[in-house]
């Protein structure tokens, strides 16, 4: 089904930040089904750069791995809360996150935090509930 430009422009935009390329598609894949724009990033980096873009291309949730080559996942958070001062929502997925950087994560405010493997319907419940805050 084609997406005209206009309501492309209204969808929720989702930062997707995986450094698994198979477990990045498979989340964009889910996430584009349930029609949201997806944005990847594969590292830490590349995170810090889609979150200071533009406002019209900025996402409006993200999907955060911590364990990251460049920036670790809370860097990142740490960034988007301390540096660029934004409440915008994030949820966790990860794969090895431990009690303390669980602690981290939530302490800079994040929407939920999940540990892999999650559900697609998991991913997409926290999402919908991020975006809806």
């Not at 698994?20 to 889910?30: I, P, S």
């Not at 997806?38 to 955060?64: S, Y």
Request: hydrophobic share 45%.
């Amino acid at each position: 089904m084609a997406v005209s430009p206009g309501e492309r422009d209204r969808r929720a935009r989702v930062l997707v930040v995986e450094d698994d390329e198979e477990v990045g598609r498979f989340l964009e894949e889910v996430i584009t089904a349930s029609g949201y724009l997806v944005v990847r990033a594969k590292n830490g980096a590349e995170a810090v750069a889609a979150l200071a873009a533009p406002k019209q291309e900025a996402p409006h949730a993200v999907l955060l791995d911590l364990n990251l080559p460049l920036e670790s996942g809370v860097s990142v958070l740490s960034f988007l809360r301390n540096v660029m001062h934004s409440g915008l929502p994030v949820v966790v997925l990860t794969g090895s996150g431990g009690p303390e950087e669980e602690r981290a994560a939530r302490s800079l405010g994040v929407s939920d935090y999940l540990l892999k493997p999650a559900s697609p319907a998991q991913v997409l419940h926290a999402l919908r509930s991020a975006l809806r805050c």
